[in-house]
């Protein structure tokens, strides 16, 4: 086990799990139009000039849909951004039609 990963509690989801399922009900739900891909660019833009780290972020990855490299893998870390950087509340904000 990587030492970032975090320890849960049984019927606890990690923020990864949390990323994925988020993501999959805004493309369920939400219309793929361009206002949506400029909000995650938006998004995404900001994490990379704000978290010097945010290579090493597993919920980055899942977000935007890549994989992380050798290195970055072996120093990943399974935690959310804190803050405004959050790609969870990134997420359920534009589920209730905030962004």
């Given amino acids: 086990m990587n030492e ?4 849960l509690e049984f019927g606890h989801e990690s923020p990864a799990d949390k990323v ?5 009900e805004v ?4 219309d793929r139009g361009f206002s949506m891909s400029q909000t995650l660019i938006s ?3 900001n994490m990379r000039e704000k978290y010097p780290d945010w290579k090493e972020h597993l919920v980055y990855h899942l977000l935007v849909g890549s994989s ?11 935690e959310d951004f804190p803050g405004e950087g959050s790609v ?3 997420l359920e904000s534009i589920l209730k039609g905030e962004k």
């Fill in 88 to 90: 969870v509340s990134f």
């Fill in 4 to 7: 970032h990963e975090p320890k």
């Fill in 43 to 45: 998004f995404v833009d």
């Fill in 68 to 78: 992380p490299s050798g290195s970055d893998k072996e120093k990943m870390i399974y």
């Fill in 20 to 24: 994925v399922r988020l993501r999959k």
């Fill in 27 to 30: 493309e369920a739900k939400v």
